[in-house]
């Protein structure tokens, strides 16, 4: 499985700022994914960043408030644009690995104020 | 609408005893169920997962059924162990490899 790391762990905000979070992967892969966790909910995915192309969003998530950079096949970006407390959540990218599996990073606790 | 359901939040069982975590789906055109672990402050870790074409995947203490007509997939864990407290989420995949999470059973193994 490959070994995934985010970059920051965790944050605390003010509402009306934006955070990037950066997700590092140790060997190259063509799918990577992001997921929004929030308080007491389950995993949501947000978009699939594929390297060369735009990332594709899913319905109730858009460009202007996640933007995503996939620049090579090991490194992808999320930024969180004008947060609000809604956004307080746990930001979680994946990859893709055998078959149908998907592997996580740790994840990045964001708090908004 | 959620396309999978853990209608179970919570689970206690004795260690050494089984445990059996259960999932239902809507969606028909699923191909692929995984399940994963997640303790607090970490990502989620995969467990298992099973094919469409398949009905039991197994692998150590841990086994997967799948009765596709029921739209329905559990998780055994067998013996259960401290180490497996953790909260437990089935994922299913669609053409598109999209995982499309259930809400999650946390799981809680006492001596």
């Known amino acids: 499985s490959a070994v995934i790391s985010q970059k920051p762990s965790r944050d605390i905000c003010q509402r009306g700022t934006s955070l990037t979070i950066q997700c590092q992967v140790d060997?190259?892969?063509?799918?990577m994914f992001w997921y929004r966790q929030q308080p007491g909910q389950s995993l949501t995915l947000i978009a699939t960043?594929?390297?060369?192309?735009?990332?594709?969003?899913e319905s109730g998530f858009v460009i202007d408030k996640f933007p995503i950079s996939r620049p090579n096949l090991t490194f992808s970006t999320l930024t969180v644009s004008n947060m609000s407390p809604e956004d307080s959540s746990i930001y979680l990218c994946?990859?893709?690995?055998?078959?149908?599996?998907?592997?996580f990073g740790p994840g990045t606790r964001l708090l908004v104020l | 609408d959620q396309q999978v359901k853990q209608n179970s939040p919570s689970l206690s069982v004795q260690e050494g005893r089984i445990s059996i975590l259960n999932c239902d789906y809507t969606n028909s055109m699923f191909d692929y169920f995984l399940w994963y672990k997640k303790y607090p402050a970490e990502g989620p870790t995969f467990l298992i997962s099973?094919?469409?074409?398949?009905d039991k995947n197994e692998d150590g203490r841990f086994t997967v059924f799948l009765n596709k007509s029921a739209k329905h997939l559990s998780l055994h864990i067998v013996p259960s162990q401290p180490g497996d407290s953790a909260v437990y989420f089935c994922a299913a995949s669609d053409q598109l490899r999209k995982l499309i999470f259930g809400t999650g059973t946390r799981l809680q193994v006492f001596p």
């Open positions: 060997s190259q892969v063509t799918m």
């Open positions: 099973i094919s469409s074409i398949k």
């Open positions: 994946s990859v893709d690995g055998i078959q149908e599996t998907q592997y």
């Open positions: 960043a594929n390297q060369g192309s735009e990332a594709t969003y």
